[in-house]
């Protein structure tokens, strides 16, 4: 029989609702992976709503955690890192210490990293010291990189002009080390109003997908999270890289149709649940070069 993956989830918790692991944990365990969610932050609720209660994680903690997982012999298992939405600077440094040890106990362990930047104009709140490390220290370490536009744009320190660009700009992140890098939505000059567009750069390749924009009263969050988390663990489950992306785009499309269909502004993952396990909608990605 083939071993269930293991996957340590470090990034937010918010009691209700969805956003960070609150979004991508259950999605994670109903495609059939082991999660471990370690909590950065436990929130009310996402920032999204302008006003929230809660605490975040004091950073020792992170290595804390991974040591006492260590303690009962059971690191080794651990296949993937994801992190995502952080609290801090200083719990970033603290994420990659604890990426450092799992490695040394598993070289295969693969670590996604989602650059969670904030969106001050959309009310996604993230310290800029976060931006600064990400964009610094985390990108090195990181296999698989998976910005939206707006971290993408920090990454290059420009606006891009084309699709192209865009291309080129996930392409130079490569150089920094990532194996991968999936840009979870692009946005560009010239860029057809009716589509939602991400990309997939590899050593191997560039793909291009394209799947129906959904018109929401307001955006649904959390929709970041599910894609970064779904792409690992379907990675993990032995996708390819192109498979496992164009599986994320299908399920997530799936999530937003239930949510949408719901009039509900929290994702509907309990709903979608069957929906995402598998997915009804199918969407080819293209290749793409430049
Ligand atoms: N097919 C779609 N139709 C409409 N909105 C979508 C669709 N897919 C994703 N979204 C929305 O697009 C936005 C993507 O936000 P963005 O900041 O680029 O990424 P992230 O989710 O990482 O913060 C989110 O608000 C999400 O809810
Ligand atoms: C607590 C928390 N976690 C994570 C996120 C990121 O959400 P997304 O997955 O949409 O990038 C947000 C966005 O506002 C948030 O408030
Ligand atoms: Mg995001």
Redesign the pocket.
């Known amino acids: 029989m083939k071993r269930t993956p293991h996957l340590l989830a470090i990034q937010s918790h918010v009691v209700f609702g969805h956003a960070g692991n609150s979004a991508a944990v259950f999605p994670m365990q109903r495609v059939g992976v082991n999660v471990w969610p370690l909590n950065t932050v436990q929130f009310s609720n996402h920032t999204q709503y302008g006003q929230w209660a809660g605490e975040v994680l004091a950073p020792q903690q992170i290595p804390a955690l991974v040591e006492g997982i260590a303690a009962i012999g059971e690191l080794g298992n651990c296949d993937a890192i994801l992190s995502g939405y952080l609290g801090s600077a200083a719990q970033g440094r603290a994420i990659l210490t604890g990426v450092a040890r799992i490695k040394a106990t598993n070289p295969k362990a693969l670590y996604l990293c ?1 650059p ?1 930047m904030g ?1 001050p104009e ?1 009310g ?1 709140i993230v310290p800029q010291e976060v931006s600064d490390f990400l964009l610094d220290e985390a990108a090195a370490m990181a296999d698989f990189l ?6 993408l744009d920090s990454f290059a320190g420009r606006k891009p002009q084309s699709l192209f660009d865009c291309l080129g700009m996930a392409k130079a992140l490569l150089a920094r080390g990532p194996k991968a890098v999936l840009v ?2 692009l ?1 560009y000059p010239g860029k057809l109003p009716d ?2 567009e991400m990309l997939l750069v590899t050593a191997e390749g560039s793909w291009h997908l394209r ?6 009263p307001r ?10 988390g779904l792409f690992l663990a379907r990675v993990l489950l032995g996708d390819s890289l192109l498979a496992a992306f164009e599986f994320t785009a299908a399920a ?2 799936e999530v ?1 149709l239930e949510t ?1 269909a719901c009039a509900s502004y929290e ?1 509907e993952l309990v709903r979608a649940q069957d929906r995402i396990a598998h997915p009804r909608v199918r969407f080819e990605a293209t290749p793409i070069g430049l």
């Open positions: 989602d969670v969106h959309k996604c998976c910005p939206n536009q707006l971290e979870k939505h946005d589509g939602f799947r129906p924009l959904l018109a929401f955006q649904p969050v959390g929709v970041g999270g599910l894609t970064s997530v499309h937003l949408q994702l």
